[in-house]
Nanobody
Framework: QVQLVESGGGLVQTGGSLRLSCAAS????????MAWFRQAPGKEREFVAG????????YYADSVKGRFTISRDNSKNTVYLQMNSLKPEDTAVYYC?????????????????WGQGTQVTVSS
């Protein structure tokens, strides 16, 4: 059983940066595919970025490509999301998710483990 705890959210102005962290415990972190999702009020949860077990393959939603970077440190059981050039439309609750080793799907129902979420607000 994997437990996930996100941190690093907050309020930032348009064009600013934030780095989200997700610390995992209770499982073999390197055996898990990790991803970040986000959910804005009134909208469905959407895939933001994903990373395979080794960190050698990363995937991004078109809306964040070139601005966000996902990475992981298996020695620290932590996955990160570096967010640059933030826009008001990036405002949402950001969730960390995990699934057993394999491919990196974009559907939230493919992930069995979730953190509690961290709020990111980008002011215009």
């Amino acid at each position: 059983q994997v437990q996930l705890v996100e941190s690093g959210g907050g309020l930032v102005q348009t064009g600013g940066s934030l780095r989200l962290s997700c610390a995992a415990s209770g499982g073999s972190f390197s055996r898990y595919v990790m991803a970040w999702f986000r959910q804005a009020p009134g909208k469905e949860r959407e895939f933001v970025a994903g990373i395979n077990w080794s960190g050698g393959s990363t995937y991004y939603a078109d809306s964040v490509k070139g601005r966000f970077t996902i990475s992981r440190d298996n020695s620290k059981n932590t996955v990160y999301l570096q967010m640059n050039s933030l826009k008001p439309e990036d405002t949402a609750v950001y969730y960390c998710a995990a699934r057993p080793i394999g491919w990196v799907p974009v559907g939230p129902y493919e992930y069995g483990y979730w953190g509690q979420g961290t709020q990111v607000t980008v002011s215009s």
